[in-house]
């Protein structure tokens, strides 16, 4: 599986990105689906995941401004963010677990200025 994440870049805070991530390879259906950043100077965390059902999940700090979804027929998860802020600047990576492995993308950079 490879993945390819798009749709970083430089925004003011209160905008908004939409980005994109497409899995690639031969594989059946993809189970767990997440967007996961890192920030310089900080680990690596959870944004959110989507389950194959479409149940999703959050951390605190984006709920109510970002929403992840996904395309089953495509093969692409999406994070939807609005109202950016500063610190949401950071490297964001989409996440994909099938038969039971571990898949990262190479990465996007989300940049948000005051």
């Known amino acids: 599986v490879q993945l390819q994440a798009s749709g970083g870049g430089l925004v003011q805070a209160g ?47 984006v709920k109510g401004r970002f929403t992840i ?20 600047t950071a490297v964001y990576y989409c996440y994909v677990v099938y038969m039971a492995r571990s898949y990262w993308g190479q990465g996007t950079q989300v940049t948000v200025s005051s």
Not at 69 to 87: D, I, T, W
């Open 15 to 61: 905008g908004s990105l939409r980005l994109s991530c497409a899995a690639s390879g031969s594989f059946g259906s993809i189970n767990t689906m997440a967007w996961y950043r890192q920030a310089p100077g900080h680990e690596r965390e959870l944004v959110a995941f989507i389950s194959a059902g479409s149940s999703t999940t959050y951390a605190d700090p």
């Open 69 to 88: 979804s996904r395309n089953n027929a495509k093969n692409m998860v999406f994070l939807q963010m609005n109202s950016l802020k500063p610190e949401d």
